[in-house]
């Protein structure tokens, strides 16, 4: 390669979901030449017109700032990418297989396999999409197999960490970047991709394809135990009478485990730590080593005890039986600042609370249509005092701050009965108890 690509290599995102949407914008606003590939044409037309096809704060003005330089754009042809990247970065989707905890590679593969045909010259393939280890050296062949270009085509693993709701801050300054790599002319690529984050002082971990593949779905792994196990204390909170905020709160001062997931209530959803530990138990099987990880399934089943567990309390305070009671549930999406409803808690509790015979109303200020599409059957609402109308009980399930700064009294004025369930340890339970409504959370006594 001349000198000018290797300090500035042209890019190609293969994939513009989440992930490859945030890192294409991102790394174009960073100075680099970008072009985003999808097959779904109206996300490539929704992109080309300055559209995030999805709500993250920040990225639709770092989408027209990227656009506006002339850095960014997008296609739907490979034969453009290949001829066009020397660094292809690979963030296509690896969800859970239908029926199985196996990860599903069938979009990785497919991508890497319709690629490989026009990569005729040098260049390094990046794959950044969650992996069960091993697919590195497979698709190391499968690339060097198929391509004009042979054994000049590198592969290289650089997962990523982004955080929904925190992805520009997260894609920026990274608080590390992995580099797994099988030559130093690889590493070197990476290093000339990330260059002015590079520079910023982010810590690298340089290793091999394996090691960079087990990264991510062993951090997520433990941030699942840490919040599960919090959850585990909640359950014991409830059966003693003892008070997991206040046990939280003792932990964490404790410098081995720190205050951070150490937070009680519904548990983790979203679209990679559930699906992550099922497919790491998964692939830990299958290598012969599946009594190393049994302990996610535990980690899994504490978690979606939590959300029958809230269903309880809410009948609970609805007298013992949900037949026919008016239920608030706020929120949709997983976490806060996100429209993404994949393996929502929420929304699983909305729907166990309609089965029960409840009389549900949703409302999330971000995740309405997303809702809307995946649970039809589900009513919902235009804003918190509509949802909240004659509720004779409400349930707080996504801890927006929108929903933290409610007014006790305000809202007291147009529910049936002053009753809630804080699903996420989010609410000042002496200020609601003053405003006179019975609170109830999970870990803590009545």
Known sequence: MDNNTTTRPRLTVLGTGYLGATHAICMAVLGYDVLGVDTDQRKIDA?????????????????????????????????????????????????????????DLSYVEGVTRDLAPYLR???????KSTVPVGTAARLTQLLQDNAPAGTDVELAWNPEFLREGYAVEDTLRPDRLVFGVA????????????????????????????????????ANSFLATKISYINAMAEVCEATGADVQDLARALAHDSRIGGRFLHPGLGFGGGCLPKDIRAFVHRAEELGVGKSVAFLRQVDAINNRRRKRTVDLVREQAGGSLAGVKVCCLGAAFKPNSD???DAPALDV?????EEGAEVSVYDPEAMDNARRAYPDLRYSDGVMQAAAQAQVVVLLTE????RSIDPERLGEVVAGR????????????????????????????
Request: net charge negative; charged share 20%; glycine share 8%.
């Open 183 to 218: 030559s130093d002319w690889a590493r070197e690529q990476l290093e000339a991709a990330f260059a002015p984050i590079l520079e910023n002082g982010t810590p690298v971990v340089t290793t091999d394809l394996s090691t960079a593949e087990l990264v991510k779905v062993a």
């Open 121 to 127: 010259r040098r260049c390094l393939v990046v794959g």
């Open 47 to 103: 992109l080309t017109n300055g559209e995030v096809p999805f709500f993250e704060p920040g990225l639709p003005e770092m989408l027209q700032k990227a656009l506006d330089s002339g850095r960014l754009r997008f296609t739907t042809d490979l034969a453009e990418a290949g001829e066009f990247g020397d660094v292809h970065f690979v963030c296509v989707g690896t969800p859970q297989q239908p029926g199985s905890h196996a990860a």
């Open 340 to 342: 993404d409803i994949r």
């Open 350 to 354: 909305a729907r166990m609370l309609q």
């Open 419 to 446: 009753s809630i369930v804080d699903g996420r340890h989010a609410l000042d339970a002496v200020a609601w108890q003053s405003a006179g409504w019975t609170y109830r959370a999970l870990g803590r006594a009545a």
């Open 400 to 403: 927006w701050d929108q929903f």
